[in-house]
């Protein structure tokens, strides 16, 4: 089987490039439809009109959810418009169904992640609900997007949870792909993992060491620094990159797991992910040194580590079974873990994850 690397065409970062949208989008058209909330169309009109020449723009809200009644809905507009374009401004639902209606309609995509939350912007992939939200089906795309813009002095606004969880999203990252490369499993575009595709892993989560404190403290305060803008790449592309080229294992199947658990629906999925990474890490019996970075990464910048981190303050055993099976399922990512994982394999891992976390941040 082949190596294959997929990458948007083009990635673009940096603090007030909004303005420049309506410049880059020119190469492939000049009649532009935007996707965005009400709200989020407030906070990037004025910068898009700031550095708008000659295109034109249709703008259309957002319905909420990434259904083919939305998406349908949306392909009629543009078809009516007679939209070169697709662009999609917001968080994930708006930019699967951009991607969606792009794909649809054979033609290109721009997005333009308002927060760092996670790594779905890079990815050839939209997740479909019903309009009810219950989840329906995977779209997979042809091809990751024509380009992905990131104006850092916008994602520096969101509430500071939201970088945090996507840091939280970033941290599997290269602990997948190592998992998948020793399994020789396939990545998510269909083929081997690549030399840059484990490199750019790597270098995910070097970054997120490096610099993920500092950049927590300053979006605190409101601050774009350096540290801060490392971090949007890492959640942004170097993890987009590295799960969709590396491969997903044990961190992504047991966050789906906890899907089982009411209590932990009001988590993100970063922090879900989080987690699940310290109890894929306890699975493959990882040294103490490397269990300790993530624990102590993960509790200073205020991700889970525990179950009760995860918002279940009464540990019910059948309960945690229940999640251990959800992530064993034969479709899911599991079973690209470089040795065969039972339920109660996993419910042991969870259980273990939960005492170190509580052993080492408990006083």
Do not use: W
């Not at 019903?130 to 024509?146: A, I």
Request: proline share 4%; hydrophobic share 40%.
């Amino acid at each position: 089987m082949a190596a294959i690397i997929g990458s948007p065409t083009r990635y673009i970062q940096g603090k007030g490039e909004m303005k420049n949208l309506c410049s880059y989008a020119d190469k492939f058209g000049k009649n532009l439809f935007i996707l965005t909330s009400a709200s989020g169309r407030k906070r990037v009109e004025p910068a898009i009109n700031e550095g708008n020449k000659d295109s034109n723009l249709v703008y259309d809200v957002f319905n909420g959810e990434c259904c083919m009644t939305e998406i349908n809905r949306i392909i009629k507009i543009v078809e009516e418009a007679g939209s070169d374009v697709i662009i999609g401004i917001g968080g994930g639902k708006i930019h699967d169904t951009s991607k969606a209606v792009a794909y649809y309609t054979k033609k290109p995509v721009i997005i333009v992640p308002t927060i760092a939350s996670t790594d779905a912007p890079c990815s050839a992939l939209s997740v479909i609900y019903t309009d009810e939200g219950v989840f329906e089906k995977y779209l997979f795309l042809p091809s990751s997007p024509d380009m992905v813009m990131v104006d850092t002095d916008i994602v520096c606004k969101a509430p500071v949870r939201l970088l945090i969880s996507g840091m939280g999203d970033a941290l599997a990252t290269y602990f997948e792909a190592r998992a998948c490369k020793r399994s020789d499993a396939s990545n998510c575009v269909g083929g081997k993992c690549t030399l840059a595709a484990m490199n750019l892993a790597q270098l995910c989560y070097d970054t997120l060491m490096e610099n993920g404190v500092q950049a927590m403290i300053a979006a605190k305060e409101g601050i774009c620094t350096k540290a801060v803008e490392n971090v949007i790449e890492a959640n942004t592309y170097l993890s987009g990159i590295g799960f969709e080229s590396g491969g997903l294992a044990g961190a992504h199947a047991i966050h789906n797991g906890f899907t089982a658990i009411p209590e932990t629906h009001k988590m993100y999925h970063g922090e879900k992910v989080a987690f699940g990474t310290l109890v894929q890490l306890v699975l493959e019996d990882a040294g103490e040194d490397e269990i300790m970075e993530v624990i102590d990464f993960c509790s200073e910048i205020g991700l889970p580590v525990t179950l009760k981190g995860l918002g279940i303050e009464e540990v019910k055993p059948e309960q945690i079974m229940e999640v251990a099976r959800l992530a064993c399922a034969p479709d899911d990512t599991m079973g690209n873990m470089p040795f065969d994982v039972q339920p109660e394999d996993l419910y042991a891992a969870i259980m273990g994850a939960d005492a170190l976390g509580r052993y080492y941040t408990e006083e």
